[in-house]
C-alpha cells in the first residue's frame, strides 16, 4: 500500500512540534536558573565550605585553620557527650513527633465533623504556626516557671503536687517542656495535613461500612485510617525532619540546659561555634547534623518519587 505523502506546500507537524517543545525546555531551564543560582549561594557553597573547615581546627585565637584530617571527628565521636547530644536529639525528634501525629489527628478528625462554629475554630487552631516560635518559647517558660508559673498554680489547685515542681531546672522536666511546647507550634499543621486527607474520604463508605455494623472506631480503623496512610507517612517524615531542626524554641526556653538535658544537635553547633568560638568542631557536628537529618529525607524522597513513577 503507497503512503500518502503531504499535498504541496502544507508544511509537516513535526518540526512544529520539536521546535514547542525545544521552546519549552528552554523556558523551563530559564525559570530554573533563578532558583539553583540561589541554592548555590545560600546553601550549596555553605555547606561546602563547612564540609571542608570540619577537617580542620579553628578556633577564634588561632589566624590560620591547621588541617586535622578526621580528628574534629574522632574526638567528637569518642566524647560521651556527643552521644548524649544524640540521644537528646532521638529521644525529642520521637516524642515530639509522636505526640503531635496523635494531637494532630485527633484534632483533625474532630474538626472534620459538622458543628456550629467549625469555620471559626478551625481558623484559630492555626494560631500556634502563625506566632513567631520564639514568643511561643518565652510564653512556654511562663507557664512552666518554677515558682510563678500557670502550670504549678493549675496542679496546685487541682491537688495533683503537694509543691510547685523547678520545671525547666530539672532535666527530664525540660525534656518535657520543650516537647510539649514545640508539639503544640506543630500540631497545627499536622492537622492541616491530616484535614486535607479526610476531605477525600467518600461518604458512601463510611455509610456502608455503618451499614456493615461498624461503629465509629471499625469505621476509623477499616475506613479512613487507610485512606490517610500515605499522608501519614509523609507528614510523619516531615515532621521527624522538622523536629531535628529545631533550634529556636529550645535555646529561647532552656538554652540547652540543665547541663546538656536538652542540648540537640542544632545546639551543640550553636555552642560550638559562638560560645566555645572553635568553628572547626562547629562545622564537624554540623555535618553530622547533616547526616542524621539526610536519613529521613531519603525516605522521604523515594516515597515521593515511587508516587510520582
Known amino acids: 500500500m503507497n503512503q500518502q505523502s503531504p499535498a504541496v506546500g502544507q508544511a509537516s507537524p513535526r518540526p512544529q512540534r520539536r521546535s514547542l ?9 530559564l525559570l530554573l536558573v533563578p532558583a539553583f543560582i540561589a541554592f548555590v549561594a545560600v546553601i550549596l557553597v555553605p555547606f561546602l565550605q563547612s564540609l571542608r573547615l570540619s577537617l580542620y581546627r579553628y578556633t577564634i585565637d588561632m589566624e590560620q585553620p591547621v588541617f586535622v584530617g578526621l580528628g574534629n571527628f574522632v574526638r567528637l565521636l569518642s566524647d560521651p557527650g556527643t552521644a548524649t547530644v544524640w540521644l537528646n536529639t532521638l529521644i525529642f525528634v520521637v516524642v515530639t513527633t509522636a505526640l503531635t501525629f496523635v494531637l494532630g489527628l485527633a484534632w483533625a478528625l474532630m474538626m472534620n465533623q459538622t458543628f456550629k462554629g467549625r469555620v471559626f475554630i478551625r481558623a484559630a487552631s492555626l494560631l500556634p504556626w502563625v506566632l513567631p516560635t520564639t514568643v511561643t518559647a518565652f510564653l512556654a517558660a511562663w507557664i512552666f516557671n518554677g515558682q510563678y508559673g500557670v502550670l504549678n498554680a493549675a496542679l496546685l489547685q487541682a491537688g495533683l503536687i503537694s509543691e510547685p515542681i523547678t ?27 491530616f484535614l486535607a486527607g479526610l476531605q477525600g474520604v467518600s461518604q458512601d463508605q463510611v455509610d456502608a461500612a455503618r451499614v456493615d455494623g461498624c461503629h465509629n472506631a471499625g469505621v476509623l480503623r477499616y475506613v479512613i485510617l487507610p485512606h490517610l496512610a500515605p499522608t501519614m507517612i509523609i507528614v510523619t517524615i516531615l515532621g521527624a525532619m522538622g523536629n531535628l531542626q529545631t533550634f529556636d524554641v529550645i535555646y529561647a526556653l532552656t538554652q540547652g540546659g540543665p547541663i546538656k538535658a536538652t542540648t540537640m544537635l542544632s545546639v551543640e553547633v550553636y555552642k560550638q561555634a559562638f560560645q566555645n568560638w572553635d568553628m572547626g568542631t562547629a562545622c564537624a557536628v554540623g555535618v553530622l547534623w547533616f547526616i542524621t537529618i539526610a536519613i529521613p529525607t531519603t525516605f522521604y524522597l523515594r516515597i515521593l518519587f515511587k508516587r510520582e513513577a
Open 167 to 193: 520545671w525547666l531546672a530539672e532535666e527530664r522536666g525540660a525534656m518535657a517542656a520543650v516537647i510539649i511546647t514545640k508539639a503544640w507550634l506543630s500540631v497545627p499543621l499536622f492537622m492541616a495535613f
Open 21 to 29: 517543545k525545544a521552546h519549552e525546555r528552554r523556558t523551563g531551564i
